[in-house]
């Protein structure tokens, strides 16, 4: 069954309407609630308190960072953030991960600039450290690049699942060798240039690696407008999803579902929209839902 989740704005003025769509989206039956981390701008609000803040609010939707900047949140202490977050929620999280994508604005917080191969090695380093501290077992000790730590004692809860947003060859085969999911970058959908090329190599990375690449998700940032009535193209010229009514949205989800194997879907709101938290939680996601198993049979 897919996922559906909902990404609200992150700005810092927004706060109160963030908390109330997020305990909205948990009632409606939702999946996810998205937030973004992007640390050098003033006016967003922090990525991990307020995921912190939405799972002490809600009951049943997971929380995730749409990704997690890692240059600015060294991996043993994102792995504990992580741990504590599950434990307080009852695994109600996913590590979103990226190497970092707008260096200009990360080194302003004070950390070095790292080369992309350093900032996707970094990643990699990162994605098997959360893991080895997590899940519970002996006392670890890493010596890599830019992780290390001595005798370091995993938390017992579970390890989270881990989902990249690569975007590069070097790390979509990391997201191929490692992780558990893949947020397309670049709101690029199931029907895109990007999206194809891209997956290629993630599944070439996990077969090599022994996996099989039907486990690893591809989960999609999705903007558009929810519009009353059905629009005459739900796509622009240069193919990009814009949007349309309820049952439009429904017909294309479904599609994805079946025919390119999506795992989920976040929206976001491209302006124009009635309500589109409730139209999104309310009436596409019920009727994906439904779509899909009848449409298998």
Same mark, same amino acid.
């Given at each position: 069954?897919?996922?559906? !989740?909902?990404?609200?704005?992150? @700005?810092?003025?927004?706060?109160?309407?963030?908390?109330?769509?997020?305990?909205?989206?948990?009632?409606? $039956?939702?999946?996810?609630?998205?937030?973004?981390?992007?640390?050098?701008?003033? &006016?967003?609000?922090?990525?991990?308190?307020?995921?912190?803040?939405?799972? $002490?609010?809600?009951?049943?939707?997971?929380?995730?960072?749409?990704?997690? %900047?890692?240059?600015?949140?060294?991996?043993?202490?994102? /792995?504990?953030?992580?741990?504590?977050?599950?434990?307080?929620?009852?695994?109600?999280?996913?590590?979103?991960? !990226?190497?970092?994508?707008? =260096?200009?604005?990360?080194?302003?917080?004070?950390?070095?600039?790292?080369?992309? $191969? /350093? #900032?996707?090695? *970094?990643?990699?380093?990162?994605?098997?450290?959360?893991?080895?501290?997590?899940?519970?077992? *002996?006392?670890?000790?890493?010596?890599?690049?830019?992780?290390?730590?001595?005798?370091?004692?995993?938390?017992?809860?579970?390890?989270?699942?881990?989902?990249?947003?690569?975007?590069?060859?070097?790390?979509? *085969?990391?997201? !191929?060798?490692? /992780?558990?999911?893949?947020?397309?970058?670049?709101?690029?959908?199931?029907?895109?240039?990007?999206?194809?090329?891209?997956?290629?190599?993630?599944?070439? *990375?996990?077969?090599?690696?022994?996996?099989?690449?039907? &486990?690893? /998700?591809?989960?999609? %940032?999705?903007?558009?407008?929810?519009?009353?009535?059905?629009?005459?193209?739900?796509?622009?010229?240069? $193919?990009?999803?814009?949007? !349309?009514?309820?049952?439009?949205?429904?017909? &294309?989800? #479904?599609s994805a579902v079946l025919d390119h194997g999506a795992s989920g879907f976040v929206f976001f709101d491209a302006g124009g929209s009635?309500?589109?938290?409730?139209? =999104?939680?309310?009436?596409? #996601?019920?009727?994906?839902?439904? @779509?899909?198993?009848?449409?298998?049979?």
């Amino acid at each position: 069954m897919p996922l559906f !989740g909902y990404g609200p704005s992150a @700005a810092v003025t927004a706060a109160p309407q963030v908390l109330r769509d997020a305990v909205q989206a948990d009632r409606d $039956g939702l999946d996810l609630f998205t937030i973004p981390d992007h640390p050098y701008y003033g &006016e967003r609000l922090d990525a991990y308190a307020t995921m912190g803040v939405v799972l $002490g609010r809600t009951t049943r939707i997971t929380a995730v960072s749409t990704v997690t %900047n890692l240059p600015a949140r060294p991996a043993p202490m994102l /792995a504990r953030t992580l741990a504590s977050l599950s434990a307080l929620s009852d695994g109600r999280v996913v590590l979103g991960i !990226g190497a970092g994508g707008f =260096w200009d604005e990360i080194v302003r917080l004070g950390v070095p600039r790292l080369t992309p $191969g /350093a #900032a996707v090695r *970094a990643m990699e380093e990162a994605i098997t450290l959360v893991r080895a501290l997590t899940g519970g077992g *002996a006392p670890v000790s890493f010596d890599g690049e830019s992780c290390r730590v001595t005798g370091l004692d995993p938390s017992p809860v579970p390890v989270p699942r881990i989902w990249t947003g690569s975007v590069g060859p070097r790390s979509l *085969a990391v997201t !191929g060798r490692l /992780a558990d999911g893949w947020i397309p970058g670049r709101a690029s959908d199931w029907l895109s240039p990007l999206y194809r090329e891209s997956r290629a190599l993630v599944d070439d *990375a996990a077969a090599a690696a022994g996996r099989d690449p039907a &486990e690893i /998700a591809s989960v999609y %940032n999705l903007p558009g407008r929810i519009t009353a009535r059905p629009l005459p193209a739900t796509r622009d010229r240069s $193919g990009r999803w814009i949007g !349309g009514s309820a049952g439009q949205w429904a017909e &294309e989800l #479904a599609s994805a579902v079946l025919d390119h194997g999506a795992s989920g879907f976040v929206f976001f709101d491209a302006g124009g929209s009635d309500a589109p938290l409730s139209r =999104w939680a309310q009436e596409i #996601a019920p009727a994906v839902r439904a @779509a899909v198993p009848a449409r298998k049979g």
